[in-house]
Nanobody
Framework: QVQLVESGGGLVQAGGSLRISCAAS????????ISWFRQAPGKEREGVAC????????YYADSVKGRFTVSSDHAKNTVYLQMNSLKPEDTADYYC?????????????????????WGQGTQVTVSS
């Protein structure tokens, strides 16, 4: 069955970098769009980045554009989110999510109600 397992979260100082991973099983990345979401305490879950490996397409929220990079390693069936120039407001639980495709990354793939599969999340804390 489809399974998504995030790892790599932790504590980092403002201005620092962190890379989190999403190991996928039960499907191949070519046929799914994979999105990263985050949820801070008391806030709604928001999409931050998406990759559609089979179509060679990525999509970013304005709040992370230019600082975050999403990538995939098909040999490892893993998606990464490289986060640079981190800010305290980036503090949240980060989740990877999958939508069957292939489909391009758009605002739809960044909307929680359209997601089919979720990982369990990894916590990222950025200290000021």
């Amino acid at each position: 069955q489809v399974q998504l397992v995030e790892s790599g979260g932790g504590l980092v100082q403002a201005g620092g970098s962190l890379r989190i991973s999403c190991a996928a099983s039960g499907f191949t990345l070519d046929y799914y769009a994979i999105s990263w979401f985050r949820q801070a305490p008391g806030k709604e879950r928001e999409g931050v980045a998406c990759i559609s490996s089979g179509l060679g397409n990525t999509y970013y929220a304005d709040s992370v554009k230019g600082r975050f990079t999403v990538s995939s390693d098909h040999a490892k069936n893993t998606v990464y989110l490289q986060m640079n120039s981190l800010k305290p407001e980036d503090t949240a639980d980060y989740y990877c999510a999958a939508i069957p495709g292939p489909r391009p990354c758009t605002t739809v793939t960044m909307t929680p109600s359209f997601i089919h599969y979720w990982g369990q999340g990894t916590q990222v804390t950025v200290s000021s």
